[in-house]
């Protein structure tokens, strides 16, 4: 499906194009697209899959994965039944999905693509996604935030008064936008017209061909059991960063009456109550987590530098393999809109949707964001400035901006780091959770603000 999608988005945009008089713009804004595939997308992630992989190794041998994976076995057994017991892609997913949650995106992709690595050494048809890439892909584009963060940011930077009133629409939208998912990718896997390749009569095929990307792997090291006073040692830490949570959050509490005032991170400037409170999370996440994967490992005798190494060498091998098919859905995705498509889209659809409660004022936003994270956060942005930070189309706006994903951009780089061709279900399951999170944005929005 993404073969002809990606064909018709370069065909088509090229004819209107030349019909609108856009040539130029469609040319420059294709080579721009390019450009910013590999200067702006590419490289950097390739750092940050290198930092974070090479933590999740330390996470991995150190049995905090594991630990997660046992906890949360009954739901990914129900979600994954093809996925094996103790499989190490399970833990992947699970680490993906609370960086998801807590709208951790930086962490977020590195974990998701160590995932479908895992996934693809149980697919015995290379080229073709599996049920469990389609179901995971359809989780990771309609996740349950908990934080909307960039677009609280978005709203505090232009003056709101309180920001974070969307965290609790942004949750509903996305639960809505959750189920939708879930259950559009489970009905579609069994519809003839999404069906993989037939089984083999070979065994020997239904192997997987490439071994998986595990520190379970032989050569792995051993890690040492917590002894009690290890185990005292992380409890203390455990304690300290709540301290430090707790400092944050309330200053004067820990500052005496003659001290002078510690200065305050710039993102806590000035913020009370709950967003403070969200600001402190989104804050110390990071660093904490990283801090105590490393401090976990070292108790338990594993060579902390030596294993990130290891881990992180993987995140370059991934990112090589995703600059094609980044490439190629960034051009097309720019090439669709410097046509014009966008708007064209816009006005076909607006004397449909607008009677029926949709503002006409979001239809761009909504139509550009399964293509376009940074089209998108431009949108927003005029929307806020348009109309107000705290006016309802701005609400409206961000919460469909913290509910929903830019699906193709998300089905190119998963499915170019294992080499999948053949998405088979998983873009219409990922656009009917975007409509649905869209919808339901809209309609809670509309029943909170008014």
């Known amino acids: 499906m993404l073969n002809v999608i990606w064909f018709g988005l370069v065909v088509f945009s090229v004819l209107l194009a030349g019909f609108t008089g856009r040539l130029d713009a469609l040319t420059q804004g294709a080579f721009a697209a390019a450009r910013d595939a590999v200067m702006t997308i590419a490289l950097p992630l390739a750092g940050l899959m290198a930092l974070w992989l090479g933590f999740l190794r330390l996470a991995e041998l150190s049995g905090i994965v594991a630990t997660l994976a046992n906890w949360m076995h009954p739901l990914l057994r129900r979600l994954f039944p093809d996925v094996p017991e103790g499989h190490p892609a399970m833990g992947a997913m699970l680490m993906n999905m609370a960086a998801n949650m807590l709208g951790l995106g930086n962490a977020a992709t590195p974990l998701g693509l160590r995932a479908m690595r895992h996934l693809e ?44 009133a969307i965290v609790g629409s942004a949750f509903l939208a996305t639960c809505i936008a959750a189920i939708a998912g879930i259950s559009s990718v489970k009905f579609l896997q069994r519809l003839r017209l999404f069906q993989g390749p037939p089984p083999s009569n070979n065994p020997s095929s239904e192997l997987p061909s490439k071994p998986a990307p595990s520190s379970e792997d032989h050569d792995a090291p051993a890690s040492t059991p917590l002894s009690p006073t290890r185990k005292a040692v992380l409890l203390l830490f455990t304690a300290t960063i709540l301290l430090m949570l707790a400092a944050l959050m309330w200053p004067d509490l820990f500052r005496g009456p003659s001290s002078p005032p510690i200065p305050e991170p710039t993102a806590l400037q000035g913020k009370l109550g709950f967003a403070r409170f969200v600001n402190v999370l989104s804050l110390a996440a990071i660093p904490s987590l990283l801090a105590f994967f490393v401090l976990n490992a070292f108790l338990r005798k594993i060579k902390v530098y030596d294993e990130f190494l290891t881990g992180a060498k993987e995140g370059w091998e991934v990112a090589l393999r ?19 498509g966008i708007h064209i889209l816009a006005s076909i659809l607006s004397p449909v949707l607008t009677p029926i409660g949709v503002p006409s004022e979001l239809l761009p936003m909504i139509l550009i964001r399964p293509l376009s994270g940074g089209a998108t956060t431009g949108l927003f942005t005029e929307l806020v400035t348009q109309f107000g930070p705290d006016s309802l189309i701005a609400r409206t706006a961000a919460t469909i901006f913290g509910s929903t994903e830019t699906t193709f951009y998300v089905l190119a780089v998963y499915f170019g780091a294992v080499g999948i061709r053949n998405g088979r279900h998983s873009l219409p399951a990922g656009l009917i959770a975007d409509a649905a999170g869209a919808a339901a944005s809209i309609a809670i929005c509309r029943w909170i603000f008014t």
């Open 121 to 164: 050494t149980l697919n015995p048809h290379p080229g073709t996604a599996t049920n469990a890439m389609c179901t995971f892909l359809a989780i990771n584009t309609s996740s349950i935030q908990l934080i909307p963060a960039t677009a609280v940011a978005i709203l505090s930077a232009q003056g709101s008064k309180s920001p974070t």
């Open 322 to 340: 995703i600059l094609p098919p980044l490439v190629a859905i960034l051009v097309a995705v720019k090439m669709f809109r410097e046509a014009g």
